[in-house]
């Protein structure tokens, strides 16, 4: 989508995420498409005289005109400002559009080659700080904040992981649950899969918040809050933990994939659909579809890897067949000069030992699903 920006027009926002992501350099486009794909919170805005071409499936909005006419809606319509921009460029443009501490929000500014994420703006109540610490460190860089106060040090619930690509399943809980953190109520953190290293302060888990490992321990010991991180499908008994609490989707499922030439993209995505309904994992936690090399133009995984944003790797025949399997297949290494293609891959991809599902056949299409293990 093309935003033609002009004096006095409100601007039509196809608005997606928590947080907006402004550029408007070629180097800081780069970035600001980098940390997108990362952070799936983000809408993306840069200019239309550096469009790539594959903004509309990545749900990226170009604009043209002076980007200080779309700070004012952008204030409007989002929690949090990333903007790749000169510190002293941001500070004039947004000057004019302030109002109060307690509804302006955070303003974060990333210098053009991400080497700093510096806190601008609404460091507290706007969740400035949290934003800069999270966005810097997948980003790598260093964060800059020069709040006196900035001691609390706990868990930002809405950004909870959003360094890993985690994304919460619903927002509807994430006040709540922020309050009861804030409020240092006693919180249950339980992890059954995604990476481990989300807390990085220099000092331990506040007392409040104490890590369970079942749901069924955390259920009985009544919490006031959950986070509750996992790829699959809570059950019916376990649900009664997201009263108060947020579920959170690690990108921990690769999907190994071979199908006829010329499969539609349509029978590929309903059995991707079918195989995660059946294993009980949900959609939100792939994170990437892998293949054989021969497949690396097949039209319809590319379609369904672009549709949901998910990687898409694919690997020589070779490479396939170092790796031991539970299924080899003469009849595939007849056609393709690898004993497998779907199991294989999955398990390259992820470094599974063991597989979700090992290979299921279904029309025209071949999947193994594989859990990366952290």
């Known amino acids: 989508m093309t935003l033609i920006l002009e004096e006095g027009k409100i601007v039509d926002l196809k608005q997606k995420g928590t947080y907006a992501v402004v550029a408007i350099t070629k180097h800081g486009v780069e970035l600001a498409r980098n ?36 700070l004012p809606t952008l204030f409007k319509s989002y929690k949090g400002i990333i903007m790749i921009i000169s510190l002293g ?27 700093h994420v510096i806190s601008v703006l609404s460091g507290h109540l ?3 700080n949290e934003l800069t610490k999270e966005v810097a460190e997948l980003l790598k860089a260093t964060p800059v904040i020069t709040t006196a106060s900035d ?23 994430l006040t709540p649950v922020s309050a009861s953190v804030v409020n240092e109520e006693q919180v249950a953190i339980i992890q059954e899969s995604g990476e481990k290293e989300w807390w990085t302060y220099d000092k331990p888990l506040p007392k409040t918040i104490k890590v369970y490992p079942t749901i069924k321990e955390a259920i009985d010991a009544k919490p006031n809050a959950a986070l509750v991180v996992t790829h699959r499908n809570l059950t019916e008994e376990e649900d009664v933990i997201l009263q108060n609490g947020v579920l959170y989707r690690p990108k921990v ?52 890897a672009q549709k949901y944003n998910w990687d898409f790797t694919c690997y020589s025949a070779d490479e396939l067949n170092r790796v031991q399997i539970d299924l080899p ?6 056609f393709t000069g690898a004993y497998g293609v779907s199991e294989p891959a999955a398990r390259v991809y992820s470094g599974a030992q063991t597989l979700a ?3 299921k056949k279904s029309g025209n299409v071949t999947i193994s699903v594989a859990v990366i293990p952290y």
């Open 35 to 70: 940390l997108h794909a990362k952070f799936h919170q983000t809408d993306l805005f840069y200019m239309s005289k550096f469009e790539k071409g594959d903004e509309k499936e990545r749900n990226i909005s170009i604009f043209e005109g002076n980007v200080r006419l779309l």
């Open 89 to 115: 460029a941001v500070v004039r443009m947004i000057a004019p559009i302030l109002k109060d501490k307690k509804t302006d929000p955070a303003v974060v500014v990333i210098d053009d080659k991400g080497n």
């Open 126 to 128: 706007g969740g400035a």
């Open 151 to 173: 001691v609390q040090k706990t868990i930002p619930v809405d950004l909870f992981g959003s360094r890993f690509g985690w994304v919460w399943e619903s927002a509807e809980k």
């Open 253 to 304: 499922i690769v999907l190994g994939i071979g199908c006829n030439r010329g499969t539609s993209m349509e029978e590929i995505e309903q059995v991707i659909q079918d195989t995660l309904n059946d294993l009980q994992f949900s959609i939100m936690s792939v994170k990437a579809v892998c293949s054989i090399d021969l497949k690396k133009d097949e039209e319809g995984i590319i379609a369904v």
């Open 329 to 334: 297949s003469e009849a595939v290494y007849k």
């Open 357 to 359: 599902m090992t290979k």
